[in-house]
């Protein structure tokens, strides 16, 4: 008796770590659809509700289960596609992933839990072949093992209660066709009919993607650290297609967000005739399509000390296209970058012009572990880099990661900056949103002062500023004088006119800091000081992240979105 107890216990188990991993894949599926704050916000909610169902409702049996779980896990690359970019178009970030969870991931944990409380032996195959999911292997490998394995367990329980199995009489071949044939046929079905396969292109992407509908090509993607990154090209329409967006640029994109981009073709234009930057295949490429990132670049105009002729050393925390690594370098900067996605940092190499900065000046890591390792090596080091920029610039699907904007972080980044350096944070967000604020206050706590500017090309009444959602950039400094910027001038610019509107008109962007903190008393300010033990600032950018999710739809065609 106890050993048919084990066994149902560990059926249970074998079971609730299938759904657990389907559950997980999926999750990761649609998020390049939805971002992940949207994706995530009522997931547990159905999760939890489908489970319950099984006990108020007549749950399936066993078989009828394990042939439902086959199917759906099967059909779940094309499902969680269709129904996820489908109900993307309605622009809602509530409803659209809840809507795919219903219909995808409910009939899945439905029919897994019903296997989980009707006490079953699930074949011993079952629990061994779990054990290649621990594998890499791609998320539609990942549904193709799960129906497979649930269709295998299907037969092997029809295969128990038929009558061959009990008696050993009936026909081997009636056996073959109503039972073994179908467990076989199922699995290999979705492999040999194209249209029952995955949308979404192989990862990694071997050669290019054009798009048979749109002017659109896909030079790269890929699964990474941070989703799928994609490399992508927006054409010049065709004269028979009717399209007004954007066009003539390449973008880099992870997952559900927008880390960077540059205008190509037509729209690649210089100042003095200058030769523009190349890729590595030698493709001309022009500005930034975001000015943030040459907003950044501001602060090699601090002037706080004036002994201070030029700045050596800059810190790229957080790398994106590249667009500021590779104008501290045209400044003859030594220039380090730590970026915690190797797949950024090879797309930026590849398709944005991001030149070698050396071995021992990128780091494929964490920020937070790096700069505590690097304020530890100064103890023991006799002539430590100290850095005299640094761009922190880590916003990413909506928000950014909160372990990286905590005091004690400011604290140990401190510790690597020169007495007279110069800290640029990039924040999206609304000004006076509990985000913004928490962001701006303890930036303040950790440095003697700060500046904001917003990257808006064209001018802004505060009222705008207030309601928008918009691109911060913060430049702190410990210095004791005041932290001025000096005019921009021609050498600045790189040949770029992006650059010269934007450094060039520094005075229009400055944000009063009052219009983030408000009116905050000073005993307040406490309660948005964002330490390691108490950081809220995750919860605070869920509103905003669902927020920014309806902003990019708006600033790409549906397509773009859709095609990773």
């Given amino acids: 008796m106890a050993y048919f107890h084990a066994k149902s216990l560990l059926a249970a188990f074998a079971v609730s770590a299938g759904l657990s991993v389907f559950t997980s894949t999926y999750e990761r ?6 971002a992940s704050v949207p994706t995530g916000k009522y997931l547990p909610h159905v999760l939890y509700g489908t489970v319950a169902l099984t006990f108020i409702v007549p749950r399936l049996t066993t078989s009828r289960a394990s042939i439902a779980l086959a199917v759906f896990c099967l059909l779940a690359p094309i499902t969680s596609y269709r129904l996820g970019a489908y109900a993307a178009r309605f622009r809602d970030p509530i409803k659209g992933p809840l809507t795919t969870h219903v219909m995808v991931l409910a009939p899945v944990v439905f029919a ?27 998320d539609d490998n990942v549904f193709f093992v799960l129906g497979s394995i649930h269709s295998i367990t299907w037969a092997y329980m029809r295969l128990k209660e038929s009558t061959v199995m009990k008696s050993g009489k009936g026909k081997i071949s009636s056996v073959l066709f109503r039972v073994i044939a179908p467990a076989v046929l199922l699995p290999l079905l979705f492999l040999i009919v194209p249209s029952l396969r995955s949308p979404t292109l ?35 329409p065709p004269p028979s297609q ?30 003095n005739d200058a030769l523009p930057m190349v890729d590595e295949q030698g493709t001309p490429l022009g500005d930034s399509i975001y000015s943030a990132f040459v907003l950044q670049e ?18 790229i925390i957080g790398l994106g296209a590249g667009i500021s690594a590779s104008a501290f370098t045209r400044h003859n900067m030594s220039t380090t970058v730590v970026e915690i996605d190797p797949a950024v940092y090879d797309a930026s190499r590849r398709f944005f012009g991001l030149p070698d900065l050396g071995q021992d000046r990128v780091f494929l890591e964490d920020a937070r572990k790096w700069v505590k390792n690097r304020k530890s090596s100064i103890d023991w080091s006799s002539s430590p880099t100290m850095y005299d920029i640094i761009v922190h610039d880590c916003f990413s699907g909506g928000g950014v990661p909160g372990h990286i904007f905590t005091l004690e972080f400011w604290e140990d980044l401190k510790t690597i900056m020169s007495p007279e350096g110069v800290l640029a944070v990039n924040f999206a967000g609304k000004l006076g949103s509990d985000a913004s604020r928490a962001v701006l206050v303890t930036l303040k706590k950790a440095f003697r002062q700060c500046r904001a500017f917003h990257d808006a090309l064209e001018h802004m009444s505060d009222e705008q500023l207030r309601a928008e959602f918009i691109n911060m950039v913060f430049f702190c400094s410990m210095s004791p004088r005041p932290l001025n910027f000096r005019p921009a001038v021609e050498g600045d ?64 065609p549906d397509i773009v979105w859709e095609t990773y």
């Avoid at 007004?244 to 927008?258: D, Q």
Wanted: hydrophobic share 45%; aromatic share 6%; net charge negative.
């Fill in 493 to 556: 610019f790189l040949n770029s006119y992006m650059r010269r509107h934007i450094l060039s008109s520094l005075p229009e962007r400055e944000v009063n800091l009052t219009q983030i903190t408000g009116s905050l008393a000073p005993a307040s300010e406490d309660l948005y000081v964002l330490t390691d033990k108490r950081n809220m600032l995750d919860e605070w950018q869920h509103d905003e992240a669902l927020e920014h999710w309806k902003l990019m739809r708006e600033v790409l």
């Fill in 29 to 34: 599926s649609i998020t390049p659809l939805f």
């Fill in 112 to 138: 897994g839990a019903s296997i989980i409380r009707n006490h079953v032996e699930v074949s011993d195959f079952l629990l061994s072949a779990l054990c290649i999911l621990c594998l890499d292997i791609s």
């Fill in 242 to 271: 009717d399209i007004t967006s954007a066009h003539s640029f390449r973008f880099l994109r992870a997952s559900h967000s927008l880390l960077g981009g540059v205008w190509i073709g037509s729209k690649v234009m210089t100042m």
């Fill in 298 to 315: 501001a602060a090699r105009l601090v002037d706080s000390a004036p002994h201070i002729q030029t700045r050596e050393n800059a810190l």
């Fill in 202 to 236: 192989p990862h990694p992407l071997v050669g290019q993607y054009s798009s048979p509908s749109y002017p659109l090509r896909i030079l790269s993607s890929i699964h990474s650290i941070t989703g799928i990154v994609v490399v992508g090209e927006l054409l010049p």
